[in-house]
Nanobody, 120 residues
């Protein structure tokens, strides 16, 4: 059983900052990609940022220069530092991870989501 637990969402004014955390636990052999997706009301889920175990990152154009993704592989945790937040960043943010429970089996897991609201 693998779990992803997110924390750090909340309410912030435009221009503010928030830091999201996502910790993976359970039967984990290795973790390849960890990342964040978001879903705004009435829209589909979109990629925000991902990071491989070796440090390669991929960020959506809309968040480049404002958001930073990082990982602590020893803690099986991924972070999303969000600066200069805009109202259009308002969404439910989901953690995602590609986790191998054994050498031969891997699967994608999702967290429960954490709400980020940017409003004045």
């Amino acid at each position: 059983q693998v779990r992803l637990v997110e924390s750090g969402g909340g309410f912030v004014q435009p221009g503010g900052s928030l830091r999201l955390s996502c910790a993976a636990s359970g039967s984990i052999f290795s973790i390849n990609v960890m990342g964040w997706y978001r879903q705004a009301p009435g829209k589909g889920r979109e990629l925000v940022a991902t990071m491989t175990s070796t440090g390669n990152t991929n960020l959506a154009d809309s968040v480049k220069g404002r958001f930073t993704i990082s990982r602590d592989n020893a803690k099986n945790t991924v972070y999303l530092q969000m600066n200069s937040l805009k109202s259009e960043d308002t969404a439910v943010y989901y953690c995602n991870a590609d986790i191998s429970s054994t050498f031969f089996h891997s699967a994608a897991y999702w967290g429960q989501g954490t709400q980020v609201t940017v409003s004045s």
